[in-house]
């Protein structure tokens, strides 16, 4: 969806669900068109079929998946493979795959998918595993000693600075873009997101941006959180505050509010104290809210940043947090404690809302809503330098979902390139992918055909529960103040060095969140210096569209 598009809906005063059910129909129109004109019915009806099949493995309710369920539907995908690439053609050839391991999700995910890829292809697959915290100094090390040893990666396109950017990567082939109907993207994950230079080299298999999860038996008349859910960060502090003291009304442990991390996580918890600051920082007239589009110099220390720290240090001296919060990254906020029933409220990527239907470690399916990043009674101006009391929201587009990549290893052997983008290419089905929305695998809806309500509905998604998550993927991706990714070198440089200075400030090393936040932007100074300041505004304006 455009903004224009947006802005109009949003002008005729649609609600979110209203908004869902149109864009569905649209896209219901819009398929229907394109299979009366394009493709034979029979095609379309086979394509529709195996959807509908692979969605009920396991089926909603029926327990967690397991390999078993991940190599049935990898091996019902292999349709576009089998069209271009012949049974044992890539005979003798071996690939080294990098990827998380995170929540047994991920490359455990792969693995099932690509084992009759494997075995119908001939192709070997080496994996190499990486926990979150170890991805970013992995990658970063094997950039920096010019020694990357794996053939395919999965990867953020916050990296594509890092790697295309220093000619790392191999460029897609044409057939791969056909493949996985690159044209099915959400908007905002097309070109620029996925190229460098005008060369493509992406698979996309994530969107990636923070949705907010609330407890529904925590909010509503006479509900220990208050009547109204919260909806802007100013009350959600409030709530926490509030809950102290009072009782889980599922599970009977102490009640909590909201679920900040304190713990780093390779540099990829800074993003959660970015859910708070882009409420604040992110301006409507202005596309910068990390840095000065201009000077590189950090945003990370003005007024709205600070309020945004000082927001975490209030809950923290209010003893708002579960115990040991300091420990917590945020793996441990979204699977140890909100899904197993600590906590009222999280910020976190939207497959969180899978995995409470679909989960066996969830206790909370029945009793979670959806939203946007909450927003803020003020929003900070950094080009005037003083706050004004409007109301402004902000989704924060983490990460812009992660990808396939495929490496420059294998450019030199054409049998082997073709064999690490099929893979690739297997992986980003459009197909295979539906499943893995629906399913916990690390990944959320990033593609126009995931919003067809009704598919998820016959997989045993209840239509007011998927009409709400859906909705809070979607009102994020097409929010006209959506605070976007910066694709510049050096990203995870800057986020890492972000959460050890947090990590001190929330010990207490710190006097106030103001030193916090001095400190993170006279490091980011000097990275800036390091990688080249001239270049880092040239590939800054750039990605912000200036």
């Known amino acids: 969806m455009k903004v224009s598009d947006y802005n109009t809906i949003m002008h005729r005063q649609l609600s979110r669900r209203g908004l869902l059910k149109g864009a569905a129909s649209v896209g219901a129109i819009a398929a229907v068109s394109s299979m009366t004109t394009a493709v034979p019915f029979s095609a379309a009806h086979a394509q529709s079929d195996l959807r509908a099949q692979i969605l009920k493995i396991p089926g909603v309710g029926q327990g967690s998946p397991t390999d078993a369920d991940w190599q049935k539907v990898g091996e019902m995908c292999l349709g576009p493979t089998k069209e271009r690439v012949a049974e044992g053609e890539f005979e003798g050839v071996e690939l080294t795959f990098m990827g998380l391991n995170n929540q047994n999700l991920h490359n455990f995910l792969f693995r099932g998918f690509l084992k009759p890829w494997e075995a119908y292809t001939g192709a070997k697959i080496n994996w190499v595993d990486l ?50 109907d690159a044209e099915d993207l959400v908007s905002y994950l097309k070109p620029p997101v996925g190229t460098w230079d005008g060369k493509k080299y992406r698979v996309t298999i994530d969107g990636d941006c923070h949705t907010f999860a609330y407890r529904t038996d925590y909010f509503g008349d006479g509900a220990i959180g208050g009547a109204s859910v919260p909806k802007t960060w100013q009350d959600v502090n409030a709530a926490s505050k509030a809950l102290i003291g009072k009782e889980d009304p599922l599970t009977g442990l102490p009640a909590h509010g909201y679920l900040d991390p304190l713990k780093g996580w390779g540099g990829f918890g800074f993003y959660f ?12 007239d202005d596309p910068a809210w990390l840095f000065d589009p201009d000077t590189m110099k950090p945003r990370v220390n003005n007024p709205a940043w600070v309020q945004a720290i000082q927001d975490v240090l209030d809950l923290i001296e209010a003893g708002a947090y579960p115990a040991d919060q300091i420990n917590a990254d945020p793996g441990t906020t979204g699977f140890q404690q909100f899904l197993a029933g600590t906590g009222s409220m999280l910020m976190w990527w939207g497959d969180i809302g899978s995995s409470a239907r679909t989960s066996d470690t969830s206790v909370v399916g029945d009793v979670v809503g959806f939203g946007i990043n909450p927003g803020s009674d003020r929003v900070y101006n950094s080009k005037s330098g003083a706050w004004e009391d409007t109301y402004n929201e902000a989704p924060n587009m983490a990460y812009l979902g992660w990808g396939i990549y495929v490496t420059k290893r294998v450019s030199g052997d054409e049998k082997k390139r073709k064999a690490a983008w099929s893979a690739a290419a297997h992986l980003g089905g459009k197909d295979i992918s539906l499943w893995m929305s629906a399913y916990p695998s690390g990944f959320q809806p990033y593609r126009n055909s995931h919003f067809q309500f009704d598919e998820w509905e016959a997989a045993g998604y209840d239509r007011a529960y998927i009409e709400d998550y859906l909705g809070s993927n979607a009102d994020s991706y097409n929010h006209p103040n959506a605070a976007i990714e910066p694709r510049i070198p050096g990203i995870f440089q800057y986020y890492s060095v972000a959460e050890d200075e947090l990590a001190k400030g929330y010990a207490g090393q710190y006097g106030s969140a103001q030193e916090i936040g001095d400190a993170i932007a006279a490091a980011w100074e000097k990275i800036t210096d390091q990688i080249g300041r001239d270049n880092q505004i040239k590939l800054y304006k750039a990605s912000l569209g200036l």
């Open 273 to 284: 104290l970015e859910n708070r600051a882009a409420a604040y920082a992110k301006h409507p």
């Open 131 to 180: 926990a979150q915290a170890d991805y970013n100094p992995r990658l970063q090390q094997a950039i920096a000693t010019g020694t990357v040893d794996f053939d395919i990666i999965e990867m953020g396109a916050p990296f594509e600075g890092d790697t295309a950017g220093k000619g790392l990567l191999d460029e897609m082939p044409d057939w791969v873009e056909e493949q996985i």
